[in-house]
């Protein structure tokens, strides 16, 4: 078995003890990629785990400052093998080089891990609250390793050995078990050789990040559920996080989950008589984008039926049809979406374009638009909320004002929602109506604007209600809010000043560290504020 | 069945639809209370549930001011009728009505109720993040009906219809389904009666609290998994805690647990050598405070075996012996707390002072030591972390520094955890050695102090790792921390300003209210701003 590739456990690539093995696919040609991957056994995964909670304690002596050079190494090695992570990830999810993988991905995750960097050395996002009358101090510091599931559709910004989440993860201050996502394991692989390679250069515990391909389904769940083990972010499908939420839950252990989310577009009857043919264009391309392929494309799109209505679903099926369709992530993603349409359909709707496999290319499916109206979703609106990953979206027409209210009533927790209205106010009574419906569904509300495209602001909500995630009060993108995922709140009560943390002392630890003393946020020194 | 005590559902107080019934009984003279209160059968609970959803409608549309105004005013009406409240809680509880009744609980209650309105007021809370280049604008809301179940040690500063969770829970802008705590149905029924009172004299929506007295488990379970449900607040028993967390979890509904801790008190060499008359004092008397029945009581005391520290164990062998037993909650917690100690020995301790029912009143146990060495405790950490809830301790004497290391390292998650050193630092090096260790197993590290006494400062944690709470990052005392158990986060992307909740909108909403404004905290409005 000397043929399969490494794992990464505390700080040394190393044969893997397993002997099952996997390998990954090009999915633009079909053909199965000559490396072979193993699925680690638990002996294995529990060593990972040991190297990580060993690696948490020697975290807990380095400084903020080491924690960001780290990160902003780690960012700089990306950027000088880019071309080589870009090949790599092109090969294995068919994503387009440029300008997907090169211009747009691979940018925003060296961004990520240099915000990463900031918000370490910042140190504001552990919210310092100090209370000086009764020398009560508090703030969030690291929750232990964290072990990180990425999904298949972004092998760089959401890759668990460098995506958000890591960066997340490591700004907090623990060190990744990362557990590659089997799609693209090539890639993953090269992101912690830089990772380990960043560690050594900056003088971090070498445990910082071990990397497996794969568990056994039993193993994931108690790798998550495991004593050691502080929390974990998962990102994929539904009923894999939901298996391993159950584990994580039942040990007290911490989990965020971005599971499935149709990302509800509605657009009221004043739009399409003011801008029909723009709304066309944002729709489409919004829809199509990557192929569909993002946790925030719009999957369902709700109007009310009338004669504008029909005219720009006519005219959207036609830009559908006439749109090339894209490669999918692989054979899996094909065969799902073609799955979802099945269950669409079953559940009551009707394929009005598309909706069958391309054959252009080994993974692709047509651009697929399926349609009800509104009664038939009030009759079985858990069928008709399947997520049909890809480039398909779900139209529901409602017959008035009344049943687009039920119809949202009924929707599940998603991480968007976004409302299209008139510009001059001619549908506020309508958005007033459905708006405290919306608001309470996803996490994100937006105003004449597509979902797609997640920026990574400190005031974005990559998040949502169950079961878009797993707990409505946090985010998995936006620097330094996602952190706090991945802490815990430890207060100091009548502490000698010496052995508080540096944020919690007296002077402020940075000169820039935002924190709340005596109910007003400042930078200040303690002995300045008395 | 006419003679039941009613349930308070939809802002009415009426029959319960339940056929069983259950009585408290005053543990002082052991007598059963007259007044029968009924078990809610699940129609009952699934209307509560429902009014419970609509006011969570209509709150959406209050202000954060009638929202303060009706926390106050409620506070206004529990102080006009202490008197009434003191009697009721003594009779159902034993606890004195000085000071602890009249004097601590009760302040401390009506605090946290205006402390909960000054929070809403101040809309500071929700953590207005604002990034105004992106228009992108996110902040914490209220999640939805909250569930709240009580403790029995606490009648008023955690009961159910007006203690912590519950002033969180309404700051935050939800409504609450109070159960009861069957020890003291009587006094919550009091708060209810107020609670609607206010209400109405505020305007607020009646269904703002809704109260039963108590369900079967499996209604329980059903109760906080419903889908109309936000969130539960848990303070409790682990048995019942962690079934409700299974239930609440499956669902994807978030639960914040307050189970059992035993609050570690570690007393370093130095001390006993420079302070051993006054840490005698200070340990017996927040021991047998309360007779013990505090969450954070301390319920284990780790030293190093030498002279000193066996002449300090015989002097509190000797305090505890000759302190009055104090009388107990009721003859399930002396029932349970005899149990506590079977099982202790069960798992190696030695009962060295007390361990009898005192006899002296009916629900009274005598102060009781246990003890083990390190050697054994190291044999059965798990059996010998059970706790003992009531004037009880168990006192471990560890070989020297390694083994104290060793100790604490296999210590479960507890709520606080206490180090007592010497003051001219001859104990920093064990301090140091100690520190990494136990400061991960608590949420609340105290130095040369007790843990009881749990502040209600915007500084504290009442919180910690599992199985202390369900999750190490949330608090349940400290306004306006607490409130975040019970918010989700919502994100405006490109929302119309005059559309934005008003903590979004340029203008600061009160000309006070803390936000963040690409990345400063501030009170300003953003016009001033930019």
Redesign the interface.
């Known amino acids: 078995m000397s043929s399969l590739e490494p794992v990464l456990i505390a700080g040394k690539w190393r044969q893997s003890t397993g002997e099952e093995f996997f390998q990954s696919a090009n999915p633009q040609i079909g053909e199965t990629l000559p490396e072979k991957y193993p699925v680690s056994p638990w002996s294995e995964i529990e060593e990972a785990i040991e190297a990580a909670a060993e690696a948490y304690?020697q975290l807990?002596r380095v400084s903020p400052e080491r924690i960001a050079a780290f990160l902003d190494k780690f960012a700089d090695r990306i950027e000088a093998r880019r071309e080589e992570f870009v090949q790599w990830a092109n090969s294995e999810t068919a994503l387009p080089c440029e300008p997907r993988l090169n211009s747009v991905e691979l940018p925003r995750t060296t961004n990520q891990l240099r915000l990463g960097a900031a918000a370490a050395r910042e140190r504001s996002w552990c919210q310092p609250?100090?209370?000086t009358a009764?020398n009560?101090?508090?703030c969030?510091k690291a929750?232990?390793p964290v072990c990180v599931f990425g999904p298949n559709n972004f092998p760089f910004a959401f890759n668990s050995a460098a995506g958000g989440d890591f960066a997340s993860a490591i700004a907090a201050g623990n060190p990744v078990i990362a557990k590659a996502n089997t799609s693209h394991p090539g890639t993953t692989r090269l992101f912690a050789e830089e990772a380990l390679a960043a560690a050594e250069e900056t003088g971090m515990p070498s445990s910082i990040v071990q990397l497996i391909y794969r568990t056994s389904h039993a193993d994931g769940a108690r790798l998550v559920a495991h004593p050691l083990i502080g929390a974990t972010g998962y990102t994929g499908s539904r009923r894999a996080g939901l298996a391993l939420?159950?584990a994580a839950?039942?040990?007290?252990?911490?989990i965020y989950l971005e599971l499935s989310s149709i990302n509800p577009v509605v657009i009221l009857p004043g739009v399409l008589e003011e801008r029909a043919a723009a709304m066309v264009d944002e729709f489409v391309g919004s829809s199509l984008m990557g192929t569909g392929q993002f946790c925030t494309n719009p999957g369902l799109l709700l109007l009310i039926e009338n004669a504008q209505t029909s005219a720009f679903i006519e005219e959207i099926k036609n830009r559908f049809s006439k749109a090339p369709a894209g490669t999918l992530l692989g054979s899996g993603v094909e065969k799902s979406l073609l799955a979802g349409f099945d269950a669409l359909v079953k559940a009551g709707a009707e394929v009005i374009a598309g909706g069958n496999s391309a054959g252009e290319a080994l993974c692709s499916v047509q651009n697929t638009l399926l349609q009800v109206d509104g009664d038939q979703f009030l009759a079985n609106p858990t069928g008709l909320q399947e997520e049909a990953f890809g480039n398909a979206c779900l139209i529901v027409t409602a017959r008035d004002q009344g049943q687009m209210v039920g119809i949202l009533e009924n929707l599940e927790?998603n991480l968007?929602g976004c409302v299209y209205s008139h510009s001059d106010g001619d549908d506020d009574a309508i958005?007033n109506e459905i708006?405290?419906v919306l608001?309470?569904k996803v996490?994100?509300?937006?105003?004449?604007?597509m979902p797609t495209g997640v920026?990574v602001?400190?005031?974005?909500?990559h998040?949502g209600?169950?079961?878009a995630t797993?707990?409505?009060?946090?985010?998995a993108v936006g620097i330094p809010?996602s952190l706090?995922r991945f802490?815990?709140?430890?207060?100091?009560?009548?502490?000698?000043h010496d052995?508080l943390p540096g944020e919690l002392q007296n002077a402020n630890p940075t000169g820039n560290t935002?924190r709340?003393i005596d109910?007003?946020?400042?930078q200040k020194d303690i002995s300045q504020q008395q």
Chains 1, 2 share one sequence.
């Open positions: 304690q807990r609250v100090i209370d009764n009560l101090r508090s969030y929750i232990g939420k159950e839950d039942k040990a007290g252990n911490p927790g968007t958005y708006e405290p608001r309470q996490g994100r509300l937006l105003n004449d604007k920026l602001s400190p005031a974005m909500n998040g209600p169950y079961p797993g707990h409505p009060g946090f985010t809010a706090f802490a815990a709140l430890h207060c100091y009560d009548n502490v000698r052995r935002w709340s109910g007003e946020w400042s």
